[in-house]
């Protein structure tokens, strides 16, 4: 299909198709309501009458699987007439955005898209071609699938496979040939080196009734999938978190008692049978507690009997056997013109996002406080809580932080979710978007970072109570490289942040037996540099008094940074986050409370 066939389709036509196959409908209905009654006969009975009232009855048949055919063709002129509209407006504006571009860009008939200009040119209008054409071959794919479903409609025609089936009156047999046609939903594009912006043209390329169709019929396509829209992926998600929860509590619900596990288990020992029946256990019930945390992240004020909070957004659920995955939104990131993404650390679970969330919300009610006070009230903030990755469990100690190492395994992902977000945002490449990495959370935004490899995604980054950055996706030497400036991050001069508290054993200082270590997990170096001693701008996190709001509380240790203090606002470093989240750092440098010396 190329393009000028899309355009060439003559949707007035389909249209007239439709309204006039109602007309034919109602004649078919009043053949079938006469020979209905003409089957009666009333008052004859006879060898004749019953071969008449036979020979009527199929007559009245081929009528229904008439009415049937009629009903498929009605249907499929509907679908097809609404989708190829919106073919034609997507295509109407692409080609407006390339007579925009001052004879720069040029799209061809296969969808192609061409620059013209000096090297500069070429370079600054990249991005807008690559995404035209993902946008262009997106039309002809969707105009394929369109042309492909109404050839097998009309083939299951010609064939004598669209009939009414067991329908008994001229209504059902419509209804069941329409069931027999319309058009499919198609499958996103998928496979390696697919990118969230060519998930969005597919999108976009659906008409609303096939949009629909896919969250109905095909949930599982779209929630996890970057480059879909925030509220269908909401919509799917939900769906899932609520059959989870109905199987993990049919599961503890089932939980046998230790006689019935024994009796199941035969010629196991006592302390084998102790150990499974525990794992069991705890297996079912963890399953549970984190789809019901889930849950609790996304209610008002966090009681599901309340019902979910309609500014909330499940972005991502993924159940695996290890961990329950999954993202929740303050505020719907395809509005806001700020979306400041959270990943965190070590220990953190599925049952820890009720408290991220908690955060969120502080965090979006500073930012937009901030940006009102500063003279951009017009302006909203989405904070994502990203638990998207299966950071280390470290029972109480740090050692996890060290030797664990599944940053690399998280920052694939993440990155995906930096591009999603900007290629849904309604403010395009100009959403401002803040990547925030706590703890080891630090280590797999930092590594997300390098990993998608060119700027103008992601504006803005903080790194607080890190254990370090990793390594790039270069090597130095036949080594690979570590991350120490923000060239590494594709983040802009003066745009990466760190943050470490006093008494933070993994960025400032381990105690031990009751002793101050002048050390910290990052000072080991497991994960590169401290922090703290790369050339990136060190943000205060002691008490401070900031220009606008009340005074501020310090934090102290590994997990005060985004809380609350005792007065009931953001701490310092929650404040500073809050001030980069809202794109203000740039703007209005002065309001960052930065350390000292």
Excluded at 328 to 350: K, L, R, S
Excluded at 477 to 486: S, Y
């Amino acid at each position: 299909m190329l393009l000028s066939e899309i355009e060439s389709w003559d949707v007035a036509a389909l249209k007239t198709v439709a309204t006039e196959l109602g007309a034919e409908l109602e004649a078919a209905q009043r053949a079938a309501t006469e020979l209905g009654n003409l089957a009666g006969l009333p008052g004859w009975e006879s060898p004749a009458a019953d071969v008449a009232r036979e020979r009527i009855a199929t007559a009245r048949a081929h009528v229904l699987d008439d009415a049937a055919v009629l009903g498929a063709v009605e249907r499929l002129a509907e679908e097809t007439a609404q989708a190829v509209s919106t073919l034609q407006q997507q295509l109407t504006a692409l080609r407006a955005e390339v007579a925009g571009s001052e004879g720069h860009l040029s799209l061809s008939d296969g969808g192609e898209v061409t620059i013209s200009g000096t090297a500069e040119e070429i370079r600054d209008l990249q991005d807008e071609a690559d995404d035209i054409e993902a946008r262009a071959k997106a039309l002809i794919r969707q105009a394929d699938d369109i042309d492909a479903d109404c050839a097998e409609v009309f083939t299951n025609i010609a064939d004598g496979k669209v009939t009414g089936g067991r329908a008994t009156d001229f209504e059902g047999a419509r209804q069941a040939g329409g069931l027999q046609s319309g058009l499919s939903a198609p499958y996103p594009p998928d496979g390696p080196g697919v990118t969230p912006h060519e998930v969005t043209a597919w999108w976009d390329a659906l008409s609303p009734e096939e949009q629909r169709k896919v969250v109905e019929e095909h949930p599982d396509w779209i929630g996890n999938r970057d480059g879909v829209p925030v509220p269908p992926r909401h919509d799917a998600n939900i769906d899932a978190l609520e059959r989870e929860i109905a199987a993990a509590r049919a599961e503890v619900a089932s939980i046998p008692s230790r006689e019935e596990y024994r009796r199941d288990h035969p010629g196991r020992n006592a302390a084998a049978l102790n150990s499974g029946y525990t794992a069991m256990v705890g297996d079912r019930r963890r399953r549970l507690d984190e789809a019901l945390g889930v849950q609790r992240a996304l209610s008002v004020d966090g009681d599901p009997s309340q019902g979910y909070d309609k500014d909330r957004y499940l972005m991502m659920f993924e159940p695996t056997d290890t961990e329950l995955l999954a993202a929740v939104a303050i505020g719907n990131p395809d509005e806001a013109q700020h979306v400041a993404v959270t990943t965190p650390g070590m220990t953190t679970h599925a049952t820890s996002l009720p408290s991220m969330a908690d955060e969120a919300v502080a965090l979006r009610r500073e930012a937009e406080f901030q940006l009102e006070r500063a003279g951009f009230g017009g302006e909203r903030v989405a904070a994502v809580a990203w638990f998207g990755y299966d950071p280390p469990d470290v029972d109480g100690t740090v050692g996890g932080a060290v030797l664990e190492n599944r940053a690399n395994a998280g920052a694939v992902d993440l990155a995906d979710f930096y591009r999603g977000i900007n290629a849904t945002n309604a403010h395009g490449s100009e959403v401002h978007l803040s990547a925030l990495g706590h703890s080891y959370g630090s280590t797999t935004t930092a590594q997300a970072l390098n990993e998608l490899g060119e700027t103008g995604v992601v504006d803005d980054a903080v790194f607080y109570g890190s254990p370090g950055l990793g390594y790039a996706n270069e090597t130095i030497l036949g080594m690979p490289a570590l991350i120490v400036d923000e060239s590494q991050l594709f983040l802009p001069d003066g745009h990466a942040f760190v943050m470490s508290a006093d008494r933070d054993p993994v960025s400032e200082e381990v105690s031990k037996w009751g002793i101050d270590l002048p050390v910290s997990i990052a000072d080991l170096g497991a994960h590169g540099p401290n922090p703290t001693s790369l050339p990136f701008e060190r943000l205060a996190t002691d008490a401070s008094e900031p220009t606008y709001g009340p005074p501020r509380e310090g934090a102290s240790g590994h997990s005060e940074y985004p809380r609350l203090g005792s007065n009931a606002v953001l701490r310092t470093p929650g404040y500073n986050l809050a001030i980069v989240a809202a794109g203000l750092a740039d703007r209005r440098p002065e309001l960052l409370i930065r350390e000292e010396g």
